[in-house]
């Protein structure tokens, strides 16, 4: 679900591997109805708009849509393929923007914004073709040296 670069090596990024201004790969998903509906009960959300086109349409949506737990995963997801497996996840602040509707494309993008004492910050915008579907702020502790 999705392509992402390929990785420098398998391992968790170190603080001295990371500055300022670094651009993360692009992570592309293609937002079928199976990965929309699949996400929202996987989550356990069995809020109606999340899985009934008819029910989702009867309240002014264009389509099913992706629930915010889908969202907040995805969003980590994004870092932490960059990062490595050992980062640790140290904050997360989304702010949703646009629905992320059925039949759409999720392009994820990110941006280090700070890095200092073991502690990176990368700035996230997941964008559809109606705009950012979600701005997002995660702080991650790396390792001293990898």
């Known amino acids: 679900m999705g392509e992402v670069a390929e990785p420098e090596d398998v391992l968790t990024r170190g603080e001295t591997r990371v500055a300022v201004g670094t651009a993360l790969p692009t992570l592309v998903i293609d937002l079928t109805p199976t990965f929309v509906i699949s996400t929202a009960l996987a989550t356990r959300d069995f809020t109606p708009v999340h899985h009934d086109t008819a029910v989702a349409r009867a309240q002014g949506s264009a389509d099913i849509f992706l629930n915010i737990l889908t969202t907040m995963g995805l969003v980590e997801r994004y870092v932490t393929d960059w990062t490595g497996p050992e980062a640790e996840l140290r904050g997360i602040k989304v702010r949703l923007g646009v629905p992320a509707y059925a039949g759409d494309t999720l392009t994820f993008s990110g941006t280090v914004a700070e890095a200092s004492g073991g502690e990176v910050t990368v700035e996230v915008t997941?964008?559809?073709?109606?705009?950012?579907?979600?701005?997002?702020?995660?702080?991650l502790a790396l390792p001293e040296a990898a």
Do not use: F, K
């Open 126 to 139: 997941g964008a559809v073709s109606l705009g950012a579907h979600a701005t997002a702020t995660v702080r």
